[in-house]
């Protein structure tokens, strides 16, 4: 009957979007697009030879990379994630996607991504990008998330490395300008995820998994928070103190650095118990400050990309 096989052709359809959905949820969409945009702005500060079709295939081995890392995590997270009401209905979890499954596809990805990432940009690049998918999905996932309060601070690396990622991409070198871009990175990490485990400080707890203001508490937890902010608001200037970009760019940075310290010292003088929308706010803002910062290096690029064409 034509209107049952309609129908039929239909329902199949629809269940093939809805595995490819859960299939992409598996790479964590917000935190590789954070991972992307970032190797992107690596590579648009970089200085060397990289053709506009090579550059859009290696951001995008960039970001399977990123997204094979999501799935590996997931993989190996989903007894945990099952415990958490955050994380509990992601694929695996929830049953949408098998573990055999999630670990075969991330595996496949980092593979894919690695050696495109060789063949589109050099070696080098793609050196780094397996070492960030090991790096978070073994040495992070696998170990330190669970050992030590400290987890998200060493473990924050591996999503500081894409800007290294896409200057080396362009460039062929490990040069010391996008490990400034690193840094900020990785000081924003730990105060943008303790802010969020505040909120979510029961999820870990039932996950066992020793996040700071499980293990340290609530008040120790705000001044971890507090002393990161120190460092971090002065160090979103060292790309305009260093020549890397220029002042525009560098008043913007100190302008969202001291916003982050203002909202991190609000946090830290609220009493204990009652900061539940100061470490809302902060996090809010995290999110806020670092895609500004990288918008900023962004355009500061792009104007010198412009004034230099000009000139020349």
């Known amino acids: 009957m034509p209107i049952a096989d309609s129908f039929i052709a239909r329902t199949a359809l629809v269940f093939k979007f809805s595995r490819a959905a859960h299939f992409i949820a598996l790479t964590k969409p917000r935190v590789m697009s954070l991972a992307v945009f970032t190797a992107l702005v690596g590579m648009a ?11 859009v295939i290696a951001i995008s081995a960039i970001a399977v990379g990123a997204g094979s890392a999501g799935a ?23 049953g949408a996607v098998s573990s055999t499954e999630a670990l075969a596809f991330g595996l496949v990805l980092a593979v894919l991504s690695v050696g495109v990432l060789a063949i589109s ?14 790096y978070y999905s073994v040495f992070y ?19 500081a490395f894409p800007p290294v990622i896409g200057w080396t991409a ?14 900020i990175i990785f000081l924003w990490t730990p105060p943008h995820f303790w802010a969020l485990a505040l909120l979510k400080s029961s999820d870990y707890a039932a996950a066992r998994i020793p996040m700071l203001p499980v293990v340290a508490g609530e008040a120790a937890t705000k001044r971890h928070i507090l002393a990161y902010a120190v460092v971090l608001a002065p160090l979103g200037a060292a790309p305009w103190l ?5 002042m525009a760019y560098g008043f913007l940075a100190i302008a969202l650095g001291a916003e982050f310290l203002r909202r991190s010292w609000v946090l830290f003088r609220t009493p204990v118990d009652v900061s539940r929308a100061p470490a809302k706010a902060l996090f809010g803002f995290s999110i ?3 895609y500004a910062i990288f918008i900023a290096l962004l355009i500061d690029a792009a104007i010198g990309w412009v004034l230099g064409s000009a000139g020349g």
Not at 141 to 159: D, E, H, R
Not at 170 to 183: I, K, M
Not at 242 to 246: A, E, I, K, N, R
């Open 141 to 159: 996932t696998m170990w330190l998330k669970f050992v030590t309060p400290q987890n998200i601070v060493i473990g924050g690396a591996a999503g």
């Open 288 to 290: 806020v400050y670092l």
């Open 170 to 183: 362009v460039s062929g070198t490990l040069d010391w300008e996008p490990w400034l871009l690193f840094l």
């Open 121 to 134: 940009a050099n070696p080098l690049a793609a050196a780094l990008l397996a070492t960030t998918i090991i």
């Open 72 to 94: 590996l995590n997931m993989w190996h997270d989903a007894p945990h994630d099952a415990k958490m009401a955050r994380t509990s209905k992601r694929p695996l979890p929830s």
């Open 242 to 246: 260093t020549g890397l970009t220029g």
């Open 45 to 55: 500060l970089a200085s060397g030879e990289l053709s506009f079709g090579r550059a």
